[in-house]
C-alpha cells in the first residue's frame, strides 16, 4: 500500500481532491516512513531534547526577570530569546511527539493556520532580537563608556517591543499569503508540522506569486538583520584587534563567538527553508533544517549564550540555593 493512501483518514484520496474536493485538513506526513523501532527511538530522542530545552529557557526566564542582579539590557534581551525559544518549540514538536505514537496525523485547517502563524511570529521576532543583541554586543564592547546613555532601559524595552510587533504584524501578512487561494489538491504535508512553502504548494492555481511574496519578506526579515549583525561584528572585530590585552581580545572572542554560532545555526536552517528555491527541496532535505532552527537552535542557546556566562552561573547558583533552603525548611 503506498504511504499516501495509508495515512489518508479524511476520507478522501488525492485523486478526489485534484478533481474539486475542498481540502479541510492537512496530514503531516513526518517520519510515517520510518519503522516503528524507529519511531520509539525518535520519540525519546525528541522528548528528552524538548524536555532539556524546556527546563534550560525556563531557568534563564526566571532568573533573569527575578534576580535584580541580572537588571541589564543584555539579560533583558537573553530572558526575551528564552521565551521565543519556549514559544517557538512548543508549537511544533509536542505535535511531533504525539504524531510519533499515535496513527492518525491529521491535523485540522485552523489548526494548520494557528501553527502556522506562531512559527512565522516567533521565528521573525527572533531574527530581529538576535540582530538588536549583536548591536547591544557592539556597543557594550566598542562604546563601553556611553553604554548607559545609547542603551538606556527606555531603548531595551523599545527594541524588544519593536521584535514582537514586528513579529505579530508580518506574521499576519505571511498567514494571508499562506493561505489566500483555496485549497484542493493532495492534502499530505511532507513534514512533521506546517511548514509555508509546502502548504503554499499543495494550493490551487499557481502559487508562485505567494511564493515570491514570501520570499522577498525572508530578504527583509533575514537579510537585513544579518547586515545590522555583519556590521556589528565587524566593528567590534575591529576594536578588539587593536587592543593590546590578550586576554581581554580573547574573552571577547570566545563571546563574539557564542554570539555567531547561535545566528549562523539560526539564520542558515531559516534561508534554507524561505529562501531556496522549491525545485531543491524535498522531505529528506528540509525536516533536518526544520529540526535545526525548530528545536537543535532553542536548545543550544542557553547553553551558548548563559551557561558559559559567569553571572548567570552565580545568579542560578543563588536560585538552586533559594530552592534548596525553601524545601528544607518546608520539610
Not at 251 to 265: G, N, P, R, Y
Request: proline share 5%; hydrophobic share 45%; charged share 10%.
Amino acid at each position: 500500500m503506498d504511504s499516501r493512501e495509508k495515512f489518508n483518514w479524511s476520507g478522501s484520496t488525492p485523486a478526489d481532491l485534484r478533481n474539486g474536493s475542498t481540502v479541510t485538513e492537512f496530514i503531516l506526513v513526518g517520519f510515517e516512513q520510518s519503522s516503528p523501532s524507529t519511531w520509539a527511538l525518535l520519540f525519546a530522542l525528541f522528548l528528552a531534547l524538548y524536555s532539556l530545552a524546556m527546563t534550560m529557557n525556563g531557568l534563564i526566564i526566571f532568573i533573569t526577570w527575578t534576580d535584580p542582579r541580572l537588571n541589564s539590557p543584555m539579560y533583558f534581551f537573553l530572558g526575551h530569546l528564552s521565551f521565543l525559544d519556549v514559544c517557538f518549540i512548543t508549537t511544533t514538536i509536542p505535535q511531533m511527539l504525539v504524531h510519533l505514537t499515535v496513527k492518525n496525523h491529521v491535523v485540522s485547517f485552523v489548526s494548520c493556520m494557528t501553527q502556522m502563524y506562531l512559527v512565522f511570529c516567533v521565528g521573525v521576532a527572533e531574527c530581529i532580537l538576535l540582530a538588536f543583541m549583536a548591536y547591544d554586543c557592539y556597543v557594550a564592547i566598542c562604546h563601553p563608556l556611553s553604554y548607559a546613555q545609547i542603551i538606556s532601559q527606555q531603548v531595551w524595552v523599545s527594541l524588544v517591543s519593536i521584535a514582537w510587533s514586528f513579529g505579530l504584524i508580518n506574521g499576519i501578512l505571511l498567514e494571508y499569503m499562506s493561505f489566500r487561494n483555496p485549497f484542493c489538491r493532495d492534502n499530505h504535508i511532507e513534514n512533521f508540522f506546517c511548514e509555508a512553502p509546502i502548504v503554499i504548494a499543495l494550493s490551487c492555481g499557481d502559487p508562485q506569486f505567494s511564493l515570491r511574496v514570501i520570499f522577498a519578506d525572508a530578504i527583509v526579515v533575514l537579510l537585513s538583520p544579518v547586515v545590522l549583525i555583519v556590521i556589528s561584528y565587524a566593528r567590534i572585530l575591529a576594536s578588539i584587534l587593536g587592543r593590546n590585552s590578550s586576554s581581554g581580545r580573547g574573552k571577547t572572542f570566545s563571546t563574539c563567538a557564542s554570539h555567531l554560532t547561535v545566528v549562523i545555526f539560526f539564520y542558515t536552517s531559516a534561508m534554507f527553508s524561505y529562501m531556496n528555491p522549491r525545485s531543491t527541496h524535498g522531505p529528506d532535505k528540509d525536516k533536518p533544517f526544520s529540526l535545526l532552527y525548530t528545536i537543535i537552535t532553542p536548545m543550544c542557546n542557553p547553553v551558548i549564550y548563559s551557561f558559559r556566562n559567569k553571572e548567570m552561573k552565580g545568579a542560578m547558583a543563588r536560585a538552586l540555593g533559594r530552592s534548596s533552603l525553601s524545601q528544607a525548611e518546608s520539610v
